[in-house]
């Protein structure tokens, strides 16, 4: 998930993730969002006991996984290591397993029921992908861990409890590029939830999680072609697609000052077999263009596409714009939210975080819209200026207090899994407020 940090100044602190949409009663002070609404009582702290014992014990085990992962970081679609790595290990929990899960090589499925007549079917993702050149910068070595322990836990609490239910367990590749999600959306793998959780590490004060929502996400591949010459013996022959590139960017770095300051537009220029005395007539552009809300990423795209189309044609190229799939922004579920706060707080010593407005974007936002889901956010130890996709980052996410946290929210996520299977008046409240946007 790609975040930009903000900075902090000495003596200063900062939070995880925005709270706009975590309890239904929020105000805001300066540039910042504060909890005014009451936390719930926790629901079978017998349950969050069992939860956390199972977690304990399987704590060095998955903190060796998060290790093997880290230190054999894989690109979008290309987790092979991280899936053959995971499946064996859930294998071995009793999970029923599926490699290569609905035609994708890297993702996977391992599933769990207890129980005749099991009314309900909990969804839990574990992210595995890396980033280029830099590992594991966003932590998601943690998050592959995290899924797998809120799974095995849930498990765990089903059998010594006696609850009927299912637990799966997604593995989810291509989070950080190829919205992979939504691929798995669409292929039908999220049919079979009643709700999803899953969580994230970034910077931000110790030991504190909150949530929020994050930025709706479209990418741009642009392609221009024109024609070679010779750029110092015939250039009046040649149509300079570099030029159109170039020209492009300037469009956008203009337009950005008529934007919101919640709006987002950045990306790059590149090509192949350029030459100083060659006009170029291929040049390519790759951009991300993000907005807070869907609606507004739609109507800043098609302003950001202009840019392209004028470009080509005051150069004499021709444009190949395509509109990759879109990330939406992170809906949290308010009934799932106001648990997860109350077990994170009450009964696991958490604090509650708070941040500016948000900088990142995440294919889970797509599950958010089709079931109810949850999306937490937790902070781990970081170097300053070490923040999301930073190579300070991907140190951190290797270190034992980062493993530490990921096991404190792991706990709070399976106790709050475990109760949408178990507590029917509970998960309609779950279902209603997800029918309601909430």
């Avoid at 085990?61 to 290990?89: M, N, W, Y």
């Avoid at 190579?391 to 990921?406: D, G, I, L, M, N």
């Amino acid at each position: 998930m790609e975040i930009e940090q903000p900075r902090k100044e000495p003596g200063e602190e900062y939070s995880i993730v925005d709270l706009q949409t975590c309890c239904p009663e929020i105000s805001k002070t300066t540039s910042k969002l504060h909890y005014t609404s009451d936390i719930e009582d926790l629901w079978r702290p017998e349950i969050l006991e069992t939860v956390k014992g199972a977690v304990d014990d399987l704590s060095n085990d998955l903190r060796a996984l998060s290790l093997q992962i880290h230190g054999h970081p894989e690109v979008a679609l290309q987790e092979k290591f991280a899936h053959d790595t995971l499946t064996k290990f859930m294998e071995g929990q009793g999970f029923e397993v599926t490699r290569h899960y609905l035609g994708m090589e890297t993702a996977w499925r391992a599933a769990f029921t207890h129980g005749e007549g099991a009314k309900r079917v909990i969804g839990v993702n574990s992210e595995m992908d890396a980033l280029p050149g830099i590992g594991h910068a966003c932590g998601h070595n943690l998050i592959a861990v995290a899924g797998v322990g809120i799974a095995i836990a849930i498990r765990v609490a089903l059998e010594k409890h006696d609850i009927p239910g299912t637990v799966v367990l997604l593995g989810t590749p291509a989070e950080e590029s190829g919205n992979g999600k939504g691929k798995l959306i669409a292929k039908g793998a999220y049919n079979e939830m009643d709700a999803c959780i899953m969580c994230h590490p970034t910077a931000g004060p110790e030991n504190s999680t909150a949530l929020g929502t994050t930025l709706a996400l479209t990418s741009i591949n642009i392609e221009f072609t024109g024609h070679t010459a010779h750029a110092a013996a015939a250039p009046w022959e040649g149509r300079n697609a570099l030029d159109a590139a170039f020209l492009a960017y300037s469009s956008i770095s203009l337009l950005r000052q008529q934007i919101k300051p919640s709006h987002r537009v950045h990306g790059v220029v590149y090509g192949d077999n350029w030459a100083t005395n060659i006009i170029p007539d291929k040049a390519r552009m790759r951009y991300f263009v993000r907005a807070p809300t869907s609606k507004e990423l739609q109507e800043l795209v098609a302003r950001v596409s202009k840019c392209f189309g004028a470009a080509a044609k005051a150069t004499a190229c021709d444009a190949d714009i395509q509109l990759g799939s879109t990330n939406h922004e992170l809906r949290q579920n308010t009934a799932l939210g106001d648990s997860f706060l109350a077990v994170a707080r009450s009964g696991l010593g958490m604090e509650i975080g708070e941040v500016p407005e948000p900088g990142a974007s995440t294919d889970f936002g797509n599950v958010t819209y089709i079931l109810p889901a949850l999306h937490p956010g937790y902070s781990i130890p970081t170097e300053p200026d070490g923040g999301n996709h930073t190579p300070a980052f991907a140190k951190s996410a290797a270190s034992v207090e980062a493993h530490r946290v990921t096991m404190t929210v792991t706990k709070a996520l399976a106790y709050i899994g475990v109760r949408v299977l178990e507590d029917d008046a509970y998960y309609q409240k779950v279902k209603d407020s997800f029918a309601s946007g909430s």
